[in-house]
């Protein structure tokens, strides 16, 4: 079939290629007996919190639309519109909420101001890695409670993509003691910038766009972003030489959340359809990332020197992390539940992980 013959059939709500032969007969007796929806074409506006084509979360999500496509016959048009394009980065939460979009793409720890619960299902500091955090969220009972919380705000969420497991930042200096961190300005957002604010650190929020300058200028003493991959594009190795291994972000998860009313609406074959599709990207997104961290590891300049906390800095950080999830849990009950359900999983996986993947990995050395 011509896409233009395609297009007009689908126009008139008439079926789905190969069949649209068979319902036009249909048509010819009762239009009453057509399955409008099955071959109508469904367009949803999705924005996301990155620029055009970023690599890995960009354009992972620029796949998730065009394979929503390819296995929908078509009738799933889904139109990514990058950051700033139809909504501004950190807006899209709000707009999709009120039904100006159908649907965004982003990371789940930026909306933690509306609702501090928000921040377990995007992943925990000194936490559960990617493949734990989303073990937890599909069989623990993350998602089910996610998704009740974000119903509130009319919203239908689905994992969309995880990192794996990021670095530590980018320091000027070295870090030898806990008294090196006093004083210490740096951009690190979520719960780890609330511990390494309890750690002395003065935690600052920068947009992406400022933070190379930045460093290079001295008006920041250190900074995290992903891992090797990504902060190799942003030049981190031109303005820092110790590049520290990671501890607040183990396995952040990202989202691919609907307004709630639309994904109603959507049939369940399109619901069905954007589903698969979102676990087969987040799943593409841990291998590339993966892939592409390890390669970026190799190629970092010689000046970059790899370093990893000591002890009592870690020691610290686990005191101050707990300080900092107690009170939350006081202020917000949906908070303890969520942490409760995280909790509840993470003893549960614990025993299995350790005579498993940790003992594995301990003897595969
Ligand atoms: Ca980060």
């Not at 952040?252 to 399109?270: A, C, D, V």
Request: proline share 4%.
């Amino acid at each position: 079939m011509k896409r233009r013959d395609f297009l007009t059939t689908s126009a008139l709500g008439l079926g789905a290629i190969g069949l649209s032969g068979c319902y036009r007969e249909e048509n010819k007796i009762s239009s009453k007996n057509i399955n409008v929806k099955k071959g109508k074409v469904v367009k949803l506006k999705l924005a996301t919190s990155w620029p055009a084509h970023f690599p890995i979360m960009g354009t992972g999500v620029d796949n998730f639309a065009k394979r929503c496509s390819e296995l929908s016959g078509g009738t799933l048009e889904i139109k990514v519109y990058p950051k700033n394009i139809l909504v501004p980065a950190l807006q899209v939460f709000d707009s999709t909420s009120m039904g100006q979009i159908d649907a965004f793409h982003s990371g789940v720890y930026y909306w933690k101001g509306k609702n501090s619960a928000f921040s377990i299902f995007g992943g925990m500091p000194l936490g559960l890695t990617s493949e734990e955090m989303i073990t937890w969220l599909k069989f623990g009972g993350g998602l089910e409670l996610w998704r009740e919380l974000y119903g509130k705000f009319n919203l239908y969420p689905l994992i969309g993509g995880t990192t794996g497991p990021q670095m530590g930042g980018w320091f000027k200096k070295p870090i030898n003691s806990l008294a090196d961190l006093k004083g210490l300005k740096m951009r690190i957002p979520g719960l780890g910038g609330e511990v390494m604010k309890k750690l002395g650190v003065n935690p600052v929020l920068l947009p992406p766009g400022e933070i190379f300058t930045s460093l290079e200028r001295g008006t920041i003493d250190a900074t995290e972003w992903v891992g090797p991959a990504l902060d190799s594009m942003m030049g981190f190795a031109k303005a820092a030489d110790y590049y520290y291994t990671g501890w607040h972000e183990p396995g952040s998860i990202l989202e691919i959340t609907f307004n709630k009313n639309r994904w109603e609406q959507l049939s369940s074959e399109h619901q069905a359809i954007i589903t698969a599709v979102a676990e087969e990207m987040t799943g593409n997104m841990l291998q590339e990332f993966r892939y592409k961290n390890a390669k970026a590891l190799q190629e970092l300049p010689e000046n970059v020197q790899i370093k990893t906390f000591p002890k009592d800095i870690m020691d610290a950080a686990k005191i101050a992390l707990n300080e900092v999830l107690e009170l939350e849990s006081k202020k917000n009950n949906d908070f303890k539940r969520a942490l409760n359900s995280y909790n509840n999983f993470s003893k549960l996986n614990k025993k299995w992980d350790d005579i498993s993947t940790k003992n594995f990995l301990n003897i595969r050395g």
